[in-house]
């Protein structure tokens, strides 16, 4: 199994910054990929960026060139540069962990970002 902890969500002005981390119990080496999702009040969570084992990203249309995901391996650590935030980017946000042969989703509890107009 793979816990996986997230910081870092809080309260910032449209325009403004924040940055995400993403903690997991075991050596993220290990771990098939590793991704952000968010969730807003009334909506189905999605995808808003991936990592995978080989550093490969992916991006959902509406964070390209504001968002960058990124690892450091030599802390189990993927974290998630919010850049030029918008209140639309306000959702709580969960860090998914895929691990294993099987390729099981693990999830964190999510962090709050809420982004003022």
């Known amino acids: 199994q793979v816990q996986v902890v997230e910081s870092g969500g809080g309260l910032v002005q449209a325009g403004g910054s924040l940055r995400l981390s993403c903690i997991a119990s075991r050596n993220i080496i290990m771990i098939n990929h590793m991704g952000w999702y968010r969730q807003a009040p009334g909506k189905q969570r999605e995808l808003v960026a991936f990592?995978?084992?080989?550093?490969?990203?992916n991006y959902a249309d509406s964070v390209k060139g504001r968002f960058t995901i990124s690892r450091d391996n030599a802390k189990n650590s993927v974290y998630l540069q919010m850049n030029s935030l918008k209140p639309e980017d306000t959702a709580v946000y969960y860090c998914k962990a895929n691990y294993g042969p099987i390729r099981t989703d693990y999830w964190g509890q999510g962090t709050q970002v809420t982004v003022s107009s």
């Open positions: 990592i995978t084992g080989g550093g490969s990203t």
